[in-house]
């Protein structure tokens, strides 16, 4: 690891477990502000770092008031989320939507502060049938529609914060398939009848299925794989471990969120470091919170049966009846309707990402034959495995 990428895990690791460390060399102080502002973890830095005093006044003043910055800016923008979450609670409850808060809403509060957790917005799970009686609740506490990909309605609320109402817990095109959706079978029966949790199982799985879903379509970040350990060691309430290696088995995902496991206690606990996280590890601190476009280009050709780039595309194009049948609810069941359901998924493509799409025909172009070979062997080392041309 670079010096800065060494001072990134230290300084999380500082902020989660109070852990003391030091700097072998002097790290560039702008890059690793960067780095961290890459990796979403600008206000875990500043933590970890006041808890580290000897570094910290190493920092140029510039530094840490940008940390600083971002630190209270976390504070601010969770305390509106957390508002916006009780209000809406509430108003589904009142409207008799069911509904589940994901990820960042319910992990936060096994952080050490729930405002270290930083999100980008609130994700939701809910049917698909009640997207009209949620437009009206968004309406009524200010949120106004915005566009998003199809399958899941966007909003944008006051203070903006971003809220997500998925059908699923993963796109059904998504290039790992998982069979996690939709996500109701793991709801906890709650005395609310309408709010409702995961279990501790579906939370796990989740954590892992989004991380993965997200590492081959780009990459992840640091916080993806903290938010594993977090799950793991700073979580009050385990998941029964068996049903757990039992449905990522199932998954295929057995193998990957091991390697991810051990990477997280390596970074954050006491396991030794392998040459093989190493490796994991240095494609994670490299990718950021949002991937790399290049690199969903390559795994995307590495992951399809034979690194076909016409089927890469032709994927991409063509959404499979159960996702088509998520966004556009009026062919559900209705065969004869899935072309119409096709065009129009086409003609939003081309609308709304035609750019995107004129990039990855153009990208997909560039890679080599070699390049899938190498990709897929580094997938497999990851745990991550190509799919068969019969599945």
Not at 215 to 238: A, I, N, Y
Request: charged share 20%.
């Amino acid at each position: 690891m670079t010096p800065e990428q060494q001072l990134l895990i230290g300084t999380v690791k500082a902020a989660v477990t109070g852990a003391t460390f030091s700097m072998e060399a002097e790290p560039d102080w702008l890059s690793f502000y960067a780095l961290a502002g890459r990796h979403s973890l600008l206000p875990l830095a500043y933590d970890g770092l006041q808890k580290t005093p000897m570094l910290w006044q190493q920092l140029p003043q510039d530094v840490q008031k940008g940390l600083f910055t971002a630190y209270m800016q976390a504070i601010y923008r969770d305390a509106q989320a957390e508002h916006l979450k009780q209000h809406l609670q509430t108003a589904l409850q009142q409207a008799c939507v069911p509904h589940i808060f994901l990820k960042g809403a319910v992990l936060k509060y096994d952080y050490p502060e729930p405002a270290l957790r930083t999100m980008s917005d609130l994700d939701i799970l809910v049917y698909a049938k009640d997207f009209d009686a949620i437009a009206v609740v968004a309406n009524a506490l200010g949120g106004k529609a915005v566009t998003g990909d199809g399958n899941h309605r966007n909003y944008l609320f006051p203070g903006k914060v971003a809220v997500e109402f998925h059908p699923n817990l993963l796109h059904h095109a998504t290039p790992i398939g998982t069979g996690i959706n939709p996500g109701w079978q793991y709801a906890k029966d709650m005395q609310d009848s309408f709010s409702k949790e995961l279990t501790e199982e579906g939370f796990y799985l989740n954590t892992i299925c989004h991380l993965a879903s997200h590492f081959v379509d780009g990459g992840v970040g640091v916080r993806f794989v903290l938010d594993v350990w977090v799950s793991r060691q700073l979580r009050k309430t385990q998941p029964d471990r068996a049903f757990v290696e039992a449905e990522l088995t199932r998954f295929g995902l057995l193998d990957f969120s091991q390697k991810i496991e051990q990477l997280a206690d390596a970074w954050f606990g006491e396991q030794p470091m392998s040459p093989l996280l190493e490796e994991l590890g240095e494609y994670i601190l490299t990718s950021g919170s949002h991937g790399i476009t290049d690199r969903a280009m390559l795994n995307a050709l590495s992951l399809s049966p034979g690194g076909s780039r016409t089927s890469t595309l032709w994927k991409k194009a063509f959404y499979p009846k159960v996702e088509l049948e998520d966004r556009f609810p009026w062919c559900k069941g209705k065969a004869w309707l899935l072309p119409a359901a096709w065009c129009a998924r086409a003609y939003n493509a081309i609308t709304q990402h035609g750019n995107i799409i004129i990039n990855w025909s153009k990208g997909t172009g560039k890679i080599s034959k070699t390049e899938v070979i190498e990709n897929q062997e580094k997938l497999r080392r990851f745990g991550i495995h190509k799919k068969s041309k019969s599945e």
